[in-house]
């Protein structure tokens, strides 16, 4: 709980998502794409390889979105992360530690909020999934994406689950936090998608 405590909610929120590049990222604007639910509307976690949140996590939050963007664009978009300054507003910095396509066991480092944190790629999937992860301030997440060709773009589905300390002790605020964060990450990755298409 000392960490809820040294640093300020918004700052805290984009380090748990940690590996959203997403967590308070963005405007708060909802799109209509967009589905609300925390806990729906999958019956199911979504995986990537044999990755997947952990279903038993007290924080878990699911989001869907339509980009009508080429799915090579999406994925661009999305796997480029030393390009997540420019599209997400509240990072200010991003170094890929390991060369090359993001890949299984990849790292990179990003500063948000006054916050470093530290990513670690736990699975790609070319123009399919991608999953990372990693602990930050007593919080393990594990965030997993789904890209899905549709009729007129992309279907990208989102899934992002925090379990530790911190999380029980404060479940209600943490739960608004990443709701708010990833609605938002799926919100400009579609309107930064459609316009570079």
């Known amino acids: 709980m000392r960490a809820l405590h040294a640093v300020p909610l ?4 984009a380090v748990l998502v940690l590996a959203t590049p997403g967590l308070a990222f963005g405007n708060s604007k909802d799109d209509t794409h967009v589905r609300q639910s925390a806990k729906a509307p ?21 989001k869907e979105i339509v980009v009508n963007a080429p799915l090579q664009t999406v994925w661009k978009v999305q796997t480029d992360v030393e390009n997540w300054p420019t599209w997400q ?8 530690e390991t060369p090359g396509a993001l890949r299984s066991g990849s790292v990179f480092r990003w500063a948000t909020e006054g916050l470093d944190i530290t990513s670690t790629v736990k699975t790609v999937e070319h123009d399919k999934c991608l999953a990372w ?11 997993v994406w789904t890209f899905t060709p549709v009729k007129g773009g992309v279907l990208v589905r ?13 479940t ?17 990755l579609k309107h930064r998608s459609e316009s570079d298409s």
């Open 42 to 62: 999958y019956s199911q976690s979504l995986t990537c390889g044999d990755v997947h949140p952990d279903e038993t996590a007290p924080v878990i939050t699911r």
């Open 158 to 170: 989102t899934e992002e689950s925090w379990t530790g300390a911190p999380v029980v002790a404060n």
């Open 10 to 13: 918004a700052a805290l929120s």
């Open 133 to 143: 992860g990693g602990p930050a301030q007593g919080i393990n997440a594990i965030h």
């Open 89 to 96: 507003p509240n990072v200010t910095s991003l170094v890929k």
């Open 172 to 188: 209600a605020v943490l739960q608004a936090a990443l709701d708010n964060s990833l609605q938002n990450w799926v919100n400009n």
